[in-house]
Structure formats: C-alpha cells, structure tokens
C-alpha cells in the first residue's frame, strides 16, 4: 500500500487519500469530512490544529494493516466546513462524535487517538454520555492547563511573495515547532503543513491553552494513555507535570516519550510511534 516511487509530495498524498473512502457528516449548515482505510476493528484519528487528516499521512496506511482507519478532518479545517459560532471544545466534540456514531455500526466500539487540539476534542468525545470508545490515546495533547516552553519562533507565511517563499517559510516553521531534527522536514512535510494551514478556519490556540481536557478527563471512564515525543516544544522540558497530572486523574494511565521527536512524533518518528500505538492497542484489548 505505499506510495510509488518517485512521485511528488502532492501526488503522494493523493495517492493516499485515493486509497480510502471518503464520506460526510453533518457540521452546522456544511458536511464534516472522513476518510476511511483497511478493514478490522474502528480506530478513529482526530489531527492537530491547523491539520487535517494528512497529520496522520505516516500512520494510515500501516494502521490500517490491522484496523479500520476512519481520520478526521475536523470542523473548520482541511476540507470540512466551519462550526457554528461560537464553538467550543465541547460544541465541537458533539460534532465529531456524532459523525462517528455514523460510521461505527451501533454496537460496536471503536479506539480514539488524538493528536494536539485533536486529543484535547477526544478528551471530550470519550466522556461523553454513551460514548462507545474503548481506549483514548493523547498524543502531545493540549488543553492540560500546565506550563509550556517558549514560544516557538513562527513566521507569517501570509506574507509571503512566492509559492517559493511560502515553502521556505513554513520548512522553518516546521523546524520551530512541529519536528525537533531539521534534516527531518522534508518536502512530504512542507506540502502537508502549506495545505493544512492554507485550509485552517478555526482558532484552536484559544482552546488548547486553556484546562479543557483536563477537567474532562475524570468523565472519560476507559483506558488512558500519553504519547509525547521528548523533544516536543509545547511540552518540554515539564512531562513530569503532565504525567503527574494524568495519573492524578487516572493513576493507570499509560505514559510514553519517543526519544529524538518533536510535536509531529507520528511524522518524525512514524516507525517507532506506529509500533508504540499498535502495542497500546493490543494491551487494551488484552486487558494489560
């Protein structure tokens, strides 16, 4: 199922999303988009701020390996349309969980991972009333309310005079924030990043700053567990505050750090997070 050789960045990932299927649901007065690989039991991804379902361009196809891979785009970015005003975490996860309820058969349930803004919405999605998730995964998860470290230092691709510039620009951007080792942004990485943030409609800063997730956590009744890259600028140098706080929460919850990764660990990292979701899973299901 991998891309052929020597194709383009965009070729690449429209060879991906082609691989699937595509389906809608409702989002306010517009559709909310899904695309959906493999065949097996449900696992659900919710991307990032600013993303789309090509945060996870590195993950579905080898997921799908085992699972039924079902991948948001979420409400006001990439292809989906815009919430409701003025949304919230928990007006956006109504959203996105009831989209899902449309596509796992009733009855059966389903995994959720969600990455940055994604996991603070799967916080949020898992505690809901009837919520039919089996495990939730946060991966470099927002909404925690803890320190972070410095601000990355960003620069307005909006400025920018050429397609030229624009890449160059967002390639740094990368490097300040989303991947740790520069020799890893590569050209797949600067397509997804100008595609995604070219997209992105909703503000989801505001939100991710905030305690969100955690005062929803005590409401998610299944297991937990945390994936960080240790190189992750929106976390670093405090994971011993995150993983206090979440065993706080939930003493049993699952806590891991891939060495050498940034913020897009399932980028940069995606053989070792792949191997690391998949074991997760299994342990889930196994009970362990």
């Excluded at 600013?50 to 991948?71: C, D, E, K, Q």
């Excluded at 815009?82 to 975490?89: D, I, L, M, S, W």
């Excluded at 030229?164 to 989303?178: D, K």
Aim: glycine share 12%; with cysteine; hydrophobic share 40%.
């Amino acid at each position: 199922m991998d891309a052929p050789a020597g194709i383009t960045p965009p070729e690449i990932a429209a060879h991906i999303a082609d691989g699937g299927q595509r389906y809608t649901s409702p989002c306010g007065n517009g559709r909310m988009v899904w695309h959906v690989w493999g065949e097996g039991p449900p696992l659900v991804l919710l991307h990032g701020g600013f993303g789309s379902w090509m945060h996870w361009i590195r993950n579905v196809l080898p997921l799908s390996l085992r699972y039924t891979v079902i991948a948001a785009d979420l409400p006001g970015l990439g292809d989906s349309d815009e919430a409701p005003a003025p949304y919230t975490a928990e007006s956006l996860a109504d959203i996105v969980a009831a989209g899902i309820d449309a596509r796992v058969p009733q009855g059966q349930r389903y995994h959720l991972v969600g990455f940055s803004f994604g996991g603070l919405l799967g916080g949020h999605v898992a505690g809901l009333p009837g919520s039919r998730a089996a495990s939730l995964t946060l991966v470099g998860p927002g909404g925690l309310g803890l320190r972070r470290g410095p601000n990355p230092d960003l620069r307005n691709w909006r400025r920018a005079a050429s397609e030229a510039e624009r890449a160059e620009i967002q390639r740094h951007n990368l490097a300040a924030f989303m991947i740790a080792e520069p020799s890893r942004v590569d050209d797949l990485a600067v397509h997804v990043q100008i595609e995604n943030t070219r997209r992105g409609r909703t503000r989801s800063r505001p939100i991710a700053v905030t305690d969100t997730l955690a005062r929803a956590l005590p409401r998610v009744t299944v297991p937990v567990t945390a994936i960080w890259g240790d190189r992750d600028v929106t976390a670093a140098p405090y994971f011993d505050e995150r993983k206090s706080l979440l065993r706080s929460i939930r003493p049993d919850s699952g806590f891991h750090l891939i060495p050498g990764a940034g913020h897009w660990v399932q980028y940069e990292a995606a053989d070792r997070f792949n191997a690391l979701l998949l074991d997760v899973l299994d342990r889930t299901a196994s009970g362990g």
